[in-house]
């Protein structure tokens, strides 16, 4: 139990030091004082700081696919679903700027492991795009990579506003990265209508 | 002339290291080895080994770019420009492994400014092929609407090339092209495009 505890507070303390201070300036030391634990302590839960780091990267990333598909599974209807998840996304991520550029921009700087683990993260978001198929006319018919495209559209338009220090803003993308959802599945048209 | 051939020589050789160890595996040490060149010559061009990556990049972006706007002159339509430009990417992509994993995939690694000049080159690389607004017949579109492209284009290759896949790029080929034709002509029209550069491949 307490265990448990210490394991938490390090993930938690991993996430607060590396947003602040960036991936590669983060050491051990900086973790362990952060979390008040030891180095002994550390060593016994992870290897090392990519270790640690993978495991904190983890815990962002499903509180914000809880949070996305809390929103989403509230709505009826792909569309209005879809705006519901993509505005929870975009609420928590202008909530905790750091947090967001750590989950979708610095997460490349902390190595392969890294870069995997955000790839994976993105494709969790996977079933709440495909029920765009079975929404569509013709759904059955767009090639299988069509969820992974939405996803990688609305994570660009996403890092190009925090890049650009907007985070604070992103709600305000809500119609965009709805359009971009959306296009690939009912088209331009109807997309458009959608997320005016 | 001389000095400007050594200074490309190890940006060439930043570029092959940096893509088969990867960017924070890769030392100035390796980049003269593989450059054949010496310390003294490197500084004298570059302060570090990110800022001759940063350079590097440029570079790199520039020979892309030039290879693309080369296949894609001409009377071409929007339609064919976007499927020469992308099958240019792919081919050089699937033949040189290494440039593709640091023009993609590594360029992560090295920096917030680096990451800047990878959107950067994508956004740019999109404003090119983008003249598909013509196509959406005046219908409003986003403004940011090259982004989304952009977006669904590169997460595709960067998931390919993180896979270790780069030669089975140009299978994907009808693939992109949908995503990036979709946002402007809708799934149907963009698929019977898919196909049919599926069928001509």
Redesign the interface.
Same mark, same amino acid.
């Given at each position: 139990m307490i265990a448990r505890s210490q394991r938490e507070r390090l993930l938690e303390a991993a996430v607060r030091v590396v947003a602040e201070q960036g991936y590669a300036a983060t050491t051990v030391a900086d973790l362990t004082r952060e979390a008040g634990i030891s180095r002994t302590t550390f060593y016994a839960m992870f290897e090392d700081k990519e270790a640690c780091f993978l495991a904190a990267y983890d815990v962002v990333v499903d509180t914000l696919v809880r949070r996305i598909a809390s929103a989403y599974e509230a709505e009826e209807g792909w569309p209005r679903r879809a705006r519901a998840g993509l505005a929870a996304l975009l609420d928590a991520l202008a909530e905790e700027p750091e947090l967001a550029r750590l989950a979708l921009?610095d997460v490349?700087?902390a190595?392969?492991a890294a870069?995997?683990r955000y790839?994976a993260a993105?494709q969790r978001l996977t079933p709440f795009f495909d029920e765009g198929r079975d929404f569509?006319p013709?759904g059955r018919?767009?090639?299988a990579?069509?969820s992974?495209?939405?996803?990688?559209?609305?994570?660009?338009?996403i890092?190009?506003e925090l890049?650009a220090g907007r985070a604070g803003q992103l709600p305000d993308l809500l119609?965009?990265v709805l359009?971009?959802t959306l296009?690939?599945?009912?088209?331009?048209?109807a997309a458009?209508r959608e997320?005016g | 002339m001389a000095s400007q051939s050594r200074r490309e020589l190890i940006l060439a050789a930043m570029i092959r290291v940096v893509g088969s160890k990867?960017y924070?595996e890769t030392s100035v040490a390796d980049v003269i080895e593989e450059a054949g060149t010496s310390r003294t010559t490197f500084y004298k061009h570059f302060e570090d080994k990110h800022d001759c990556f940063l350079a590097a990049y440029d570079m790199l972006v520039e020979q892309v770019f030039a290879e693309v706007v080369a296949n894609c002159d001409g009377e071409q339509s929007w339609l064919e420009r976007v499927e020469r430009g992308l099958a240019t990417i792919v081919e050089l992509f699937a033949v040189d492994p290494q440039l593709a994993r640091t023009a993609v995939?590594e360029v $992560? %690694?090295a920096?917030?400014d680096a990451?800047?000049r990878h959107?950067n080159a994508v956004a740019r690389f999109t404003a090119y092929l983008e003249d598909g607004r013509e196509l959406?017949n005046g219908?409003?579109?986003?403004e940011?609407i090259s982004?989304?492209?952009?977006?669904?284009?590169?997460?595709?290759i960067?998931?390919e090339l993180?896979a270790g896949r780069a030669a089975q790029l140009p299978a994907l080929l009808?693939?992109l092209l949908?995503?990036m034709l979709?946002?402007?002509?809708?799934?149907?029209a $963009? %698929?019977d495009e898919?196909r049919r550069v599926a069928a001509a491949g």
């Open positions: 921009v490349g700087a190595g392969p870069q995997r790839r993105l569509a013709g018919n767009l090639p990579n069509t992974r495209m939405a996803i990688g559209a609305v994570a660009g338009l890092s190009d890049a119609s965009e359009f971009a296009v690939p599945y009912i088209g331009p048209v458009a997320a | 990867g924070k995939v $992560a %690694a920096g917030a990451r800047q959107w959406a219908r409003e579109l986003p940011n982004l989304m492209s952009a977006g669904a284009v590169s997460g595709l960067f998931d993180l009808p693939d949908f995503a979709v946002p402007y002509i809708g799934p149907r $963009a %698929a898919m």
